[in-house]
């Protein structure tokens, strides 16, 4: 069973053939898939697809979450902050089947261009309290923002916080783990990269209990296609990577990472 919790075939270049995509997935033995919001239309082709799945696909379980990427959060202003929060609260309660988390939200300090810090502190603070308020759990995106990050999520620690796409090294893997008692950790095909020893540093220094596999497609392919887009059935590699790192068989990690994603999604499966 594989399991891909951050993906994004709610945009282009995958959207254009999404039902092609989710079948590709399922084919490769995939079961869960969960499209991450960045902003309101990636929000809202991530539900269209996860309604659309339930009747075309009744064998995978399709889910989105709801949020604004800390790159898109410069568009908005303070101002519209309550609208925005109250926009995202209503897509969550008329689409509760499929909506499983906020996110992805958070700060990132990696562009000279990126929104001014003060502002990604403002918006990452309105997720959290939405996802307190909704009782849901939260999906991160931190990039070169380890400190920042934290400064407003040691204000969260009874959230359920999903560390996508693992960008930080064994140190501050540990940091994060002491913190955050509810906590996940998302490793994508960057796992396979020759020159990322830090990632697999950090996946033999956390608890198994934390990890969750994930693709970011369409960013990140794996080793062997370098330099081309990456989709959701690659997440086999992600997989087959952690149980040669763990020294595990392919087959417990999946259940490793069923019980993971479904405990924090709130999923069956």
Known sequence: MLIDTHTHINFPPLLQD???HLQSFQNAGGKILINAGAHQSYNENGI?????????????IVKATIGIHP???KEIKKADFPSLSSL?????LENQEVVCAIGECGIDLHSAEATPLEHQYALLQLHCELARKLKL???????????ETL??????????????????????IQEIEKLLPNLRIGFTNIITYKNAPATRDSLLAIKK?????????????????????????????VTEKIAELLEKPQSEIEKIVRDNACSLLGINA
């Open 18 to 20: 999404w039902e092609n």
């Open 48 to 60: 269209h697809i996860a309604q659309k799945a339930k009747t075309l696909f009744p064998d995978l």
């Open 71 to 73: 790159d898109d959060g």
């Open 88 to 92: 995202l609260e209503t897509q969550y």
């Open 137 to 147: 759990p939260i999906v991160i995106h931190s990039r070169d923002a380890f400190n």
């Open 151 to 172: 400064k407003v999520l040691q204000n969260f620690r009874d959230l359920n916080i999903y560390f996508h796409c693992r960008g930080y090294g064994p140190s501050e």
């Open 209 to 237: 209990a934390k990890i969750l596999t994930e693709t970011d497609a369409p960013r990140l392919p794996p080793q062997p296609f370098r330099g081309q887009s990456c989709y959701p059935h690659y997440v086999s590699y």
